[in-house]
């Protein structure tokens, strides 16, 4: 499946209605600290076409990159990634944390 991009509060929230499970990136196109990252996560995602796997670039997308920390009620970091289940968010991971061994540890579906 890959990663599809959001890139409104709109198409995330039809997301988050219709989809389960997911996984969620919040993706800095200036740092490289979440080049690396989101390249985990893109690794992750080829591997696992089970999981529906999301993006945002947030210097495309603050609105929404907002809307979901103000919705969520965790801080906006970048790269973020935050697993989310029936709507919420069971599981997040920022910086150097997001890993393709941290993301198979803790998100990965047997």
Known sequence: M???KLETVEQFE???KETNRFLFVKHSLTCPISRAAFGECEKFAADHPELAVYCLYVQEARPLSNYIAETTGGKHESPQALLFENGK???????WAITYDALRTNIATA
Do not use: I, P, Q
């Not at 968010?89 to 910086?95: I, M």
């Open 2 to 4: 890959g990663m599809e």
């Open 14 to 16: 039809r997301v988050k």
């Open 89 to 95: 968010v069971v599981w997040h991971a920022s910086h």
